[in-house]
């Protein structure tokens, strides 16, 4: 995943040269003092996979937009709130039979529950290693037991109805977990609420909802690209009032652990915190200022391209999505048995764990000489055992402290 993010004030999106270069124009916005930074594209030369929009003023020409689609570069807008409003996508792929295959698949309870089980597991299965990730560094086993408990009961569920209650406690656990992790300066309450925290009343939820925006546009694209219908969903329900992407929002449950990994490692190491935010009183939530924005979104895209291994193939996550996709259609027209949404399974592993942090703050100066760590360096691991922060260790260093008693 490269996502361009555009934001501020005066954001512009046109073609130039037309008849001699026909280059793409993007103008980025601006939220304080700072120059416009305008940058020009060849066509077939696009350094970004999508461009995300998330300004207050600004126009795309319709030139643009046929620029884009040309060479296959979705647009995905964003309302105040980080949400997801509206998206660009290139034409996709008229597959009646897939469509089909995809109504029938919902007005068939035995298939529509096996596709609502796989979605729940994988998602649980997911949110039970992220907390096994965060048991490495804080004190949340009771939180983790208690979490264990109410995913456990995925088993007695029988119908799409219970698989959304056993996934609803689960999560409101999952949650319950994150806040104890969390220094009670970011106020997060939690996740569950009456509105899933749209508003966000904390940076920590208005980081997630940035970032799960990010993550539905990966899921639109991956639908679209696929050729399925994207309102006709397995595990949540369409609704007749009001346009809802119900399939875009059941193939993200299985990788929402993506941005959740990615914002509390972006609070741990204090590459966000809340000089990141500012809060508006007009209708009191938070909201990105522009440089860290910028910052989260790399930090994003580092995240989704992580390889990983799957079918004898090292993929990013971003195809791994559309992979996944391609694999849900095959399922529904027939041509594959079985779907399981759980693997690929990330490896996550971290270093500064509690372990290794006790054995840092316990080592003295004469043990830290035999093994060859120098006393400045004894000192800074000291301070950095001590402080909050997720740090990292060379390979030398790690593998001297792998030697110490």
């Not at 270069?21 to 350094?47: C, N, W």
């Not at 830290?368 to 260790?393: E, N």
């Amino acid at each position: 995943m490269n996502s361009l993010v555009l934001s501020g004030w005066g954001v512009k999106i046109s073609v130039q040269g037309l008849k001699s270069a026909s280059e793409l124009t993007v103008t980025d916005g601006r939220e304080d003092m700072r120059q416009h930074v305008t940058t020009r594209y060849r066509p077939r030369r696009f350094s970004h996979d999508s461009i995300v929009v998330d300004g207050y003023s600004g126009y795309v020409s319709l030139r643009a937009l046929h620029w884009l689609s040309r060479n296959q570069i979705p647009v995905y807008v964003l309302d105040a709130d980080g949400s997801l409003l509206s998206s660009i996508l290139p034409a996709m792929p008229l597959k009646a039979d897939l469509r089909v295959a995809q109504v029938r698949a919902m007005d068939n309870p035995e298939k529509k529950f096996s596709i609502a089980h796989a979605l729940v597991k994988a998602k649980i299965a997911r949110s039970l290693q992220v907390l096994e990730w965060l048991e490495q560094r804080y004190d949340v086993e009771r939180e983790i037991r208690m979490t264990k408990r109410e995913a456990a009961k995925l088993g007695n569920g029988d119908t799409v109805p219970e698989l959304r209650t056993v996934e609803g406690r689960t999560a409101l656990r999952y949650w319950e977990t994150f806040r104890k992790a969390l220094p009670e300066s970011l106020a997060f309450a939690g996740r569950m609420t009456t509105t899933h925290q749209n508003n966000a009343s904390d940076p920590f939820n208005a980081a997630l909802n940035f970032g799960y925006s990010i993550l539905q546009g990966e899921v639109r694209r991956a639908v679209n690209s696929v050729g399925l219908e994207p309102s006709l969903g397995f595990l949540h329900d369409f609704s007749n009032y009001q346009t809802k992407q119900s399939l875009v929002y059941d193939l993200m449950e299985p990788y929402r652990w993506l941005i959740d990994l990615t914002v509390f490692q972006a609070f741990e190491s204090e590459s966000l915190d809340w000089r990141s935010f500012y809060f508006t009183a007009d209708d009191y939530r938070y909201r990105f200022t522009h440089e860290a924005k910028k910052r989260f979104v790399e930090t994003l895209n580092e995240r989704f391209n992580v390889g990983v291994l799957y079918k004898g193939q090292v993929l990013r996550w971003d195809t791994v999505i559309e992979r996944k996709a391609t694999e849900l259609g095959r399922f529904l027209s027939g041509r594959l048995s079985e779907l399981d949404f759980g693997e690929p399974a990330p490896s996550l592993v971290r270093e500064d764990d509690r372990g290794l942090r006790a054995k840092i703050l316990s080592l003295t100066s004469s043990g830290a000489k035999r093994l060859g760590i120098p006393k400045q360096s004894l000192h800074d691991l000291r301070v950095k055992s001590r402080s909050g922060r997720s740090f990292k260790l060379y390979g030398g260093t790690r593998r001297k402290l792998a030697n110490a008693v």
